[in-house]
């Protein structure tokens, strides 16, 4: 299933593509806020929802 995911990575958040069977890290962030801002940017403008760790997140 095509989605954007937030991961932690090294004490980090990385913003990850998964399109197509394909992963692509997008970004690096120190803080969750600042992931999840950058993660929902990017599904406004592919229009694919935002997950971390398996549950879809809402822009609350």
Do not use: N, T
Request: glycine share 6%; net charge positive.
């Amino acid at each position: 299933m095509d989605q954007i995911r937030i991961e932690p990575k090294d004490g980090k958040f990385a913003v990850v593509l998964k399109h197509g069977g394909l992963i692509q890290e997008m970004e690096l962030r120190h803080q969750w806020e600042e992931a999840k801002q950058f993660a929902f940017y990017l599904s406004d403008r592919i229009r694919l929802d935002v997950f971390c760790k398996g549950k879809k997140l809402s822009r609350k």
